[in-house]
């Protein structure tokens, strides 16, 4: 009996790889949703990418430079070149007209990165925010990693990332919340969640 992808119950006895497969250049990861692991996702592919010796680039959208996570602590000691131009948390922000402008920054600077094309890895962390809030405009995200170099690889992460982007990967991945410890009034955790 040849098992369908609903069925988990027993293993697959058919392979479920398409027949025809193809090598591409570079490839564009989209994760989204409201569930935990977006970026951490995210991060697991720059460290894969790392161990093959790759050139690797990070621009995160939302932490601020006071953030000082465990992800950029360790990618920087690897050799990771990581730009934390956001301002933080909105909620948090005095001024959302200046978070506005160092979002377009962290854009203009994705921007460059992706039309150099020294980096085989590009993580553009959290990027949906700017654009679901209009600070950067969707049509020119879509239109830059559709035109990247094309032996750039760009993962690009947050929540409610806007159809095209989507539309535009080869891959999406959507992370689903079925329960947070946050939901449950427990702080943010040094080691599991920066």
Known sequence: MSMTSDDHNEPRTEDPRPTELRSAPSLVLVNTGDGKGKSSAAFGV??????????????????????????????????????????????????LTEDEAVAQAAWAKSKELLADGSYKLIVLDEISYPMNWGWIDTDDVVACVSSRNANTNVVLTGRDMPQPLIDAADTATEMVNIKHAYDQGIRAKRGIDF
């Open 46 to 95: 720059l460290l894969r990418a790392v161990a093959r010796e790759w050139p690797v680039a990070v621009v995160q959208f939302l932490k601020s430079g006071n953030w000082h996570t465990g992800e950029e602590k360790v990618a920087k000691q690897l050799g990771v070149d990581w730009w934390t131009i956001g301002e933080g948390f909105s909620w948090d922000s005095d001024d």
